[in-house]
């Protein structure tokens, strides 16, 4: 299993022991492995999901029905169990590898999906299509089915295989997508329209890179 960018059990350079005086030096992590989890992966999901097939979902469902409180729920709802699901295959993929093969399995992913953030979503015709279901379950199986093999989801899978604490994980990946979806639906097309989508794909991709490097690395080393 992988741990965070520091490694598992590293310190910030403490030694346990006793000094001249006879005091222990207690050794303290330079940070929390579940921090790290959680923040990772709430950046990394908020950036992915800007200009977004699932933002666009969101973005469609507030025009039509103008229930912001009902669609946010069921975008809230639909977000928890996909990514729980996707979570726990992600810690079962996570605990049948060793840590080189994870690890590099964990980085070559983020890199593909820092390519695949360059490439424009778009929705198809059927997607948040109007029925008799209401705001809440019309927005709970539209998103839900959406969110199934989009980027967001994979990126969960491959952070819950890549870091111990699964629910810092689906966590952090759901508050991500809150964050990004929730100003889309109370302003619509006012937040939409003033975001540079251009740059921000560029800087979810540099961020992706520099996190799949980070665990490539982690690999090298690993089976160095």
């Known amino acids: 299993m992988a741990y965070g960018a520091l490694g598992h059990g590293e310190t910030n350079g403490r030694t346990s022991g006793t000094s ?3 005091s222990a030096v207690v050794r303290r992590p330079l940070r929390s492995p579940t921090m790290e989890a959680f923040l ?4 990394t999901v908020a950036l992915a999901e800007m200009g977004d097939r699932t933002q666009l979902l969101s973005l469609l469902l507030a025009t039509r029905f103008r229930q912001p409180w009902s669609i946010l729920a069921g975008v809230f709802i639909a ?7 996707a979570g726990v295959i992600g810690a079962w993929i996570g605990h049948q590898l060793t840590p080189t093969i994870l690890d590099a399995l964990v980085g070559v992913s983020m890199v593909a999906m820092a390519l695949w953030m360059l490439k424009p979503d778009t929705l198809s015709e059927n997607d948040g299509k109007q029925t008799q279901r209401g705001a809440f379950l019309t927005t709970l199986v539209a998103f839900f089915i959406a969110e199934i093999g989009d980027k967001t989801q994979i990126a969960t899978l491959a ?3 890549g870091y111990p ?3 810092a994980v689906v966590a952090g990946t759901t508050c991500g997508m809150i ?8 302003l619509g097309n006012v937040f939409v329209g003033r975001l540079p989508m251009r740059a921000i794909h560029f800087a979810t991709a540099l961020l992706l890179l520099v996190i799949g490097a980070v665990f490539i690395i982690r690999a ?3 089976w160095s």
């Open 20 to 22: 001249g005086g006879g």
């Open 40 to 43: 990772v992966s709430i950046s």
């Open 79 to 85: 977000t928890l169990a996909n990514h729980a699901l």
């Open 159 to 161: 952070l819950a295989a």
């Open 165 to 167: 604490n699964l629910f």
């Open 179 to 186: 964050a990004a979806n929730a100003p889309v639906v109370f």
């Open 220 to 222: 090298i080393r690993h």
